[in-house]
């Protein structure tokens, strides 16, 4: 056998699902075993892409997503897509094709130091360089990708590996079941720790819970809302964290942070915080300004060096989310009744603030403007799309618009935001991934014009996929907005290579094969979004025509009138 028949092997055994990659010489018996053993393997135009589509299909799944790239040039280009699943925490098994070991460091085609530049990129790099380890290497690429704090392993087989051949044993090939999903692993905080907690709990009038994206990890959801409901605690969410508990949820603050409808405000008058599976970064803590500093915090990790990282903890939970969570319920049961009473008037003020908010951002959420203001756009998709619908959100503002105005209407992974290294690209190709994850399930790319200028090829790949549940919405501004806006607000409208041509998206989308709706009017917006998810023969991209004002291209009341001095950075 092979070796790259004895990968494919071990991947079938995995029970993985779509891959993505561009074939070379070095892979093509890897890629021989594939279409012999049935399984399912798709042509990318970039690896990057195969990389993001990989990572949105682990997110939807919670099964590592799988991608490959080819000698030089492909494994390079993974490196982007790689840092975004080690950053979020998403489990990929990546394979790269090296070279000829007997022709290596002798001016090989496409040959490059490729294993020092993916490294860092990776939880772990493991070269295989007997073709008998491979089965056991496998294994491990696959327990390391969903251990711990889940992310990428990469798998680096050189060109005499793949080709070369051994008599395995039937015996050689198993898979530990357990990490072919996660967590692999769950592991509970310490006993002591836990009582602690639940003192400061306890006596804490005014409590909040941060959640971050490890709660999805997890699979905490349910512990969660178990714990909150049952301590009356109102929960607010990063970009990341959205669907801890659904946004529609009584306790739901919505996202804290660099923006927020009323969590900052709850946080700056919190008398403890509850932090679950959230590393407190730039944009969850406005640059690390927003976290009262008297005010203790109990922090809730899977990845012990987190916790104290950006901001002091005064109990330390070291372990899984979910199992943290149900030691915390446990410990607090006896309070409920009493704890219910003490936060009434607390809890009281969640739906008049919430309220407050919705009535003075009624003119955006609502505006009739044209060209089409942001907000009535997300507004529109939260009033058209289902609840068991996907989002995925492009870098950028995309992100930022969304993440402050989208509602998920129940828990779970229902919106995907690229923030673990924020690389605009992701959301065609993070969309084709969501779709390809819940093929019965109605899923939308939102994406800006930059992003989806790179990724525009990726439309062949949607379509020859059969990813037809995908619709892509184009935030059409002519410009690189979110850079355009902050040349608006700190340089006084000195704009520099943030504008675009102006494009028909739905144009090009229709030459591709695509379905194309344009938009310029925002009572289209909701029968165009309707439109798309229920189009079943292709792929649908709409192209929204969205306001040119870089002034109002930024999720503030007003950005423009935002005080900037030297040296700040409102975004």
Same mark, same amino acid.
């Given at each position: /056998?092979?070796?790259?028949?004895?990968?494919?092997?071990?991947?079938?055994?995995?029970?993985?699902?779509? /891959?993505?990659?561009?074939?070379?010489?070095?892979?093509?018996?890897?890629?021989?075993? =594939?279409?012999?053993?049935?399984?399912?393997?798709?042509?990318?135009?970039?690896?990057?892409?195969?990389?993001?589509?990989?990572?949105?299909?682990?997110?939807?799944?919670?099964?590592?997503?799988?991608?490959?790239?080819?000698?030089?040039?492909?494994?390079?280009?993974?490196?982007?897509?790689?840092?975004?699943?080690?950053?979020?925490?998403?489990?990929?098994?990546?394979?790269?094709?090296?070279?000829?070991?007997?022709?290596?460091?002798?001016?090989?085609?496409?040959?490059?130091?490729?294993?020092?530049?993916?490294?860092?990129?990776?939880?772990?790099?493991?070269?295989? @360089? @007997?073709?008998?380890?491979?089965?056991?290497?496998?294994?491990?690429?696959?327990?390391?990708?969903?251990?711990?704090?889940?992310?990428?392993?990469?798998?680096?087989?050189? #060109?005499?590996?793949?080709?070369?051949?051994?008599?395995?044993?039937?015996?050689?090939?198993?898979?530990?079941?357990?990490?072919?999903?996660?967590?692999?692993?769950?592991?509970?905080?310490?006993?002591?720790?836990?009582?602690?907690?639940?003192?400061?709990?306890?006596?804490?009038?005014?409590?909040?819970?941060?959640?971050?994206?490890?709660?999805?990890?997890?699979?905490?959801?349910?512990?969660?809302?178990?714990?909150?409901?049952?301590?009356?605690?109102?929960?607010?969410?990063?970009?990341?964290?959205?669907?801890?508990?659904?946004?529609?949820?009584?306790?739901?603050?919505?996202?804290?942070?660099?923006?927020?409808?009323?969590?900052?405000?709850?946080?700056?008058?919190?008398?403890?915080?509850?932090?679950?599976?959230?590393?407190?970064?730039?944009?969850?803590?406005?640059?690390?300004?927003?976290?009262?500093?008297?005010?203790?915090?109990?922090?809730?990790?899977?990845?012990?060096?987190?916790?104290?990282?950006?901001?002091?903890?005064?109990?330390?939970?070291?372990?899984?989310?979910? #199992?943290?969570?149900?030691?915390?319920? #446990?410990?607090?049961?006896?309070?409920?009744?009493?704890?219910?009473?003490?936060?009434?008037?607390?809890?009281?003020?969640?739906?008049?603030?919430?309220?407050?908010?919705?009535?003075?951002?009624?003119?955006?959420?609502?505006?009739?403007?044209?060209? =089409?203001?942001?907000?009535?756009?997300?507004?529109?998709?939260?009033?058209?799309?289902?609840?068991?619908?996907?989002?995925?959100?492009?870098?950028?503002?995309?992100?930022?618009?969304?993440?402050?105005?989208?509602?998920?209407? $129940?828990?779970?992974?229902?919106?995907?935001?690229?923030? &673990?290294?924020?690389?605009?690209?992701? !959301?065609?190709?993070?969309?084709?991934?969501?779709?390809?994850?819940?093929?019965?399930?109605?899923?939308?790319?939102?994406?800006?014009?930059?992003?989806?200028?790179?990724?525009?090829?990726?439309?062949?790949?949607?379509?020859?996929?059969?990813?037809?549940?995908?619709?892509?919405?184009?935030?059409?501004?002519?410009?690189?907005?979110?850079?355009?806006?902050?040349?608006?607000?700190?340089?006084?409208?000195?704009?520099?290579?943030?504008?675009?041509?102006?494009?028909?998206?739905?144009?090009?989308?229709?030459?591709? &094969?695509?379905?194309?709706?344009?938009?310029?009017?925002?009572?289209?917006?909701?029968?165009?979004?309707?439109? !798309?998810?229920? #189009?079943?023969?292709?792929?649908?991209?709409?192209? $929204?025509?969205?306001?040119?004002?870089? !002034?109002? /291209?930024?999720?503030?009341?007003?950005?423009?009138?935002?005080?900037?001095?030297?040296?700040?950075? $409102?975004?």
């Amino acid at each position: /056998m092979s070796g790259g028949r004895a990968l494919a092997e071990m991947l079938r055994l995995a029970g993985v699902g779509p /891959m993505f990659g561009m074939g070379g010489f070095q892979l093509l018996p890897f890629y021989d075993a =594939i279409r012999q053993l049935g399984l399912r393997h798709h042509l990318i135009n970039d690896e990057r892409t195969g990389a993001f589509a990989a990572d949105a299909y682990a997110r939807v799944t919670g099964r590592p997503g799988v991608c490959d790239g080819t000698l030089g040039p492909g494994a390079t280009n993974l490196v982007t897509g790689l840092v975004e699943a080690l950053n979020a925490g998403t489990p990929l098994i990546a394979i790269t094709g090296d070279t000829h070991r007997a022709h290596a460091w002798k001016n090989m085609t496409q040959e490059c130091r490729q294993t020092d530049v993916l490294r860092p990129a990776v939880k772990e790099l493991i070269r295989v @360089e @007997e073709v008998v380890r491979i089965p056991e290497l496998v294994r491990r690429a696959f327990a390391l990708a969903s251990s711990g704090r889940p992310g990428p392993a990469l798998l680096d087989v050189p #060109e005499d590996v793949c080709h070369g051949e051994h008599e395995f044993a039937a015996e050689d090939f198993y898979i530990d079941a357990a990490t072919v999903a996660v967590p692999a692993r769950r592991a509970r905080p310490a006993r002591e720790a836990v009582e602690g907690a639940a003192a400061l709990l306890a006596k804490a009038q005014r409590p909040l819970v941060l959640a971050g994206g490890g709660v999805h990890l997890s699979g905490a959801h349910p512990a969660l809302q178990a714990l909150v409901e049952l301590t009356a605690m109102p929960v607010a969410h990063t970009m990341s964290g959205k669907g801890a508990i659904a946004c529609t949820h009584p306790l739901s603050a919505g996202l804290f942070g660099r923006y927020s409808r009323i969590a900052n405000d709850l946080i700056a008058a919190s008398d403890c915080l509850l932090v679950v599976g959230c590393k407190l970064g730039e944009i969850a803590t406005k640059r690390y300004t927003l976290l009262p500093p008297n005010v203790p915090i109990i922090h809730l990790d899977i990845l012990a060096e987190e916790i104290g990282r950006c901001a002091p903890a005064e109990v330390t939970l070291w372990g899984d989310a979910r #199992e943290g969570l149900c030691d915390l319920t #446990e410990a607090l049961r006896p309070d409920a009744v009493r704890l219910h009473a003490m936060r009434a008037d607390y809890l009281a003020e969640l739906p008049r603030r919430m309220a407050k908010w919705r009535e003075e951002a009624a003119a955006r959420l609502n505006s009739a403007e044209r060209p =089409i203001h942001m907000a009535r756009l997300v507004t529109e998709m939260n009033q058209a799309m289902p609840a068991d619908s996907i989002l995925v959100a492009d870098g950028g503002f995309a992100a930022h618009w969304t993440g402050l105005i989208y509602d998920t209407k $129940v828990a779970g992974r229902h919106y995907i935001a690229n923030r &673990g290294l924020a690389s605009i690209g992701y !959301g065609l190709p993070g969309g084709i991934g969501a779709a390809l994850a819940a093929p019965d399930r109605p899923v939308v790319a939102l994406t800006g014009d930059g992003g989806f200028n790179m990724t525009i090829g990726e439309l062949e790949t949607a379509r020859r996929t059969g990813a037809n549940n995908l619709t892509a919405v184009i935030v059409n501004n002519a410009a690189s907005g979110y850079v355009k806006a902050l040349q608006h607000s700190m340089f006084g409208k000195r704009y520099q290579s943030s504008d675009l041509v102006e494009m028909n998206y739905a144009a090009v989308a229709e030459a591709m &094969g695509c379905r194309g709706i344009r938009v310029e009017h925002p009572q289209k917006l909701g029968e165009a979004l309707r439109q !798309g998810m229920t #189009e079943r023969d292709r792929p649908t991209v709409i192209d $929204v025509v969205v306001t040119r004002d870089a !002034g109002k /291209m930024l999720p503030a009341v007003d950005s423009r009138t935002v005080e900037i001095k030297k040296g700040d950075r $409102v975004a």
